[in-house]
């Protein structure tokens, strides 16, 4: 018998996991994969500036206890987009964890009206604000954990 097909919050949840081991920065693996009507348009992890070493090969550059020499995933993936000329406008953003502010400012400037991220890291400032920008923040550990309970909950299970 087949395995049943994902949904597409866990497809592409998946393939943003996948895009986090291209990470350079051993501090936090994070990958991004920007989506508009179920198509990819770009992806991103976090990384250093193009062209320069890698934190796994020469360090981090730390400043108030975190890398500062990485482009973050999240980032990555808009640069990625504008640099191929690809329109990310209305498009949705999933990512292994939750953006940074610096990321969520411009995930909300660049026109995307989603962000599904898997894990919530550190920064609660873009709660807010994405329900005034009209923003869907939502958490995808949330959502499953909430699915796996009650399955576990359910009789029969």
Request: proline content about 4%; glycine content about 8%; overall charge neutral.
């Amino acid at each position: 018998m087949a395995e049943p097909r994902v949904d597409w919050h866990t497809y592409f949840m998946n393939i943003a996991t996948q895009v986090s081991s291209r990470s350079t920065c051993p501090r936090k693996h994070v990958g991004a994969v920007i989506v508009r009507d179920r198509t990819i348009l770009s992806t991103g992890y976090n990384g250093s500036i193009r062209g320069l070493p890698h934190c796994s090969d020469v360090g981090c550059v730390m400043e108030d206890g975190h890398c500062v020499a990485t482009v973050h995933a999240e980032a990555n993936a808009i640069i990625q987009a504008a640099k191929n000329g690809v329109s990310i406008e209305g498009a949705e953003i999933y990512t292994t964890a939750s953006p940074c502010w610096p990321c969520f400012k411009l995930i909300a400037n660049s026109g995307l009206r989603g962000v599904y991220y898997g894990e919530f890291y550190r920064d609660e400032r873009s709660i807010e604000v994405a329900k005034n920008a009209g923003i869907a923040l939502v958490d995808l550990s949330a959502a499953k954990a909430a699915a796996k309970a009650a399955e576990t909950a359910a009789p029969g299970a």
